[in-house]
């Protein structure tokens, strides 16, 4: 990491680019959002509770009370000189149920607290910033959606110096973050597998560790949105007091 580059984060300022590549100005950034300590535990406790609410309980098997046949005793109880068996659809019988096998009733969801949730997404911002991984663009806006556009997006971001990663990661590369929703944005990177775009209020933990550079647009109006997480919180109690 450059001088120049520690000095402007340690003033909580970043710089903002256009679309093309150049340098527009810079950016204010609350420290609360992205001055935070990294956080491990937090981060991965976070995470692992979105991602067992996102598991959709498929896998399922059945036990000795749902597969097909089995109501006869096999055999009688005594003087065969076998084993004693009561059902042919025993787990230890071939074709018998499963034990203890996965169900598709078994709930994985998990609690998050909302403080939890909105600290883990500032203490991920925190270090993507830290890391060089960030990139805050003036606007992003194109007159129709097509694909040639979003690939001189990609090209002239991918030529500044600290985002050279950023053209030619093949997977999880940018995570493209706009303020509000836009047909022709969403639509020109729709082609990209390395490329997702969302808005900006649906950003989350677990989606920015599963790609490697966040480009944020419209910065004023996007930390605003990002802020307002903690914000409305703030509001509430005092409203409740």
């Known amino acids: 990491m450059s001088k120049n580059i520690l000095i402007i984060f340690s003033n909580m300022k970043a710089t903002v680019y256009s679309q093309d590549g150049k340098e527009k100005g810079t950016t204010t950034l609350p420290e609360n959002v992205f001055g935070l300590q990294w956080n491990a535990d937090l981060v991965h406790q976070v995470v692992i509770s979105m991602r067992s609410n996102a598991r959709p309980p498929v896998a399922h098997t059945k036990d000795r009370g749902d597969v097909r046949g089995g109501g006869k005793k096999p055999w009688r109880q005594k003087g065969t000189g076998r084993a004693r068996h009561g059902s042919i659809r025993s787990p230890i019988w071939k074709g018998g149920g499963v034990t203890h096998g996965p169900r598709n009733e078994k709930d994985y969801s998990k609690q998050i607290n909302k403080k939890m949730r909105a600290k883990a997404l500032y203490t991920v911002l925190s270090e993507k910033l830290r890391n060089n991984e960030i990139i805050f663009v003036e606007n992003l806006g194109f007159e129709s959606p097509k694909s040639a556009n979003a690939r001189d997006v990609l090209s002239a971001l991918g ?22 929703s836009d047909d022709s944005v969403e639509k020109s ?17 677990s989606s920015l560790l599963d790609y490697k550079y966040l480009v944020i647009t419209d910065p004023k109006l996007s930390i605003d949105i990002i802020e307002s997480r903690t914000k409305k919180d703030t509001k509430s109690k005092d409203a409740t007091r």
């Open 159 to 180: 030529g500044i110096k600290e985002y050279v990663g950023l053209s030619t990661k093949k997977k999880n590369a940018l995570f493209v973050a706009i303020p509000k």
């Open 189 to 205: 990177f729709r082609n990209f597998g390395n490329v997702v775009v969302n808005e900006v209020r649906n950003l989350n933990p």
